[in-house]
Nanobody, 127 residues
Framework: QVQLVESGGGLVQAGGSLRLSCAAS????????MGWFRQAPGKEREFVAA????????NYAGSVKGRFGISRDDARNTVYLQMNSLKPEDTAVYYC????????????????????WGQGTQVTVSS
């Protein structure tokens, strides 16, 4: 069982930056691939970024590539999402998720492969 708690969300002006954190419970964090998803009001949850269990591969949605960066610190049981050059369309609730799958990050854009989810953190970007 893995429990995930996101933090770091808030209100920021367009062009600004935020860093989201996702702290995981348990001693097996390093065995999980990790992903970030987001859901805006009235829209479906969508993939943002993923990092494989080994940290050897990452993957990004086209809409955030070049602006967002995902990383993990297994010693701290934490995965991060650095968000730069934020746009109003990035406004959403951001969720982190953990997957037992040992696949590469390129295969981690699908919601159904994830086994555990956090409660989400709100990110609001004002224009």
């Amino acid at each position: 069982q893995v429990q995930l708690v996101e933090s770091g969300g808030g209100l920021v002006q367009a062009g600004g930056s935020l860093r989201l954190s996702c702290a995981a419970s348990g001693r097996t964090f390093s065995r999980y691939g990790m992903g970030w998803f987001r859901q805006a009001p009235g829209k479906e949850r969508e993939f943002v970024a993923a990092i494989s269990w080994s940290g050897g591969s990452t993957n990004y949605a086209g809409s955030v590539k070049g602006r967002f960066g995902i990383s993990r610190d297994d010693a701290r049981n934490t995965v991060y999402l650095q968000m730069n050059s934020l746009k109003p369309e990035d406004t959403a609730v951001y969720y982190c998720a953990a997957a037992r799958s040992k696949t590469t990050a390129q295969n981690m854009g699908i919601i159904t492969i994830y086994d555990y989810w956090g409660q989400g953190t709100q990110v609001t970007v004002s224009s």
